[in-house]
Nanobody, 128 residues
Framework: QLQLVESGGGLVQPGGSLRLSCAAS????????IGWFRQAPGKEREGISC????????IYADSVKGRFTISKDNAKNRVYLQMDSLKPEDTAVYYC?????????????????????WGQGTQVSVSS
């Protein structure tokens, strides 16, 4: 059964760090790009990063560029999101998702419609 499971969320002070993990089962990350999204209360789901099949190509939304780093370990079938210099506006539920394109991501990588399988989400709260 195809599944994505996020973990690593929690409460952190502004300026702190968290590392999210996305564990995939039922398919190989070696063939699909994986994206990270977030959704704050009352806001639309926002695409924040994506990584291609081999992990050599990554892309970020301007809102997290320079602070977040996406990576993947195909042997462990996991994708990670290292989040540094966290701000209160980073508070949201974070989701990982599988890009529906076989072999990589396209220019519309930030659109939820480009993804076919989603995890259940993990809450990240940034507050003093």
């Amino acid at each position: 059964q195809l599944q994505l499971v996020e973990s690593g969320g929690g409460l952190v002070q502004p300026g702190g760090s968290l590392r999210l993990s996305c564990a995939a089962s039922g398919f190989s990350l070696g063939y699909y790009a994986i994206g990270w999204f977030r959704q704050a209360p009352g806001k639309e789901r926002e695409g924040i990063s994506c990584i291609n099949t081999a992990g050599g190509s990554t892309i970020y939304a301007d809102s997290v560029k320079g602070r977040f780093t996406i990576s993947k370990d195909n042997a462990k079938n996991r994708v990670y999101l290292q989040m540094d210099s966290l701000k209160p506006e980073d508070t949201a539920v974070y989701y990982c998702a599988r890009n529906r394109r076989y072999g990589g991501y396209g220019e519309a990588w930030y659109l939820p419609s480009e993804y076919d399988y989603w995890g259940q989400g993990t809450q990240v709260s940034v507050s003093s």
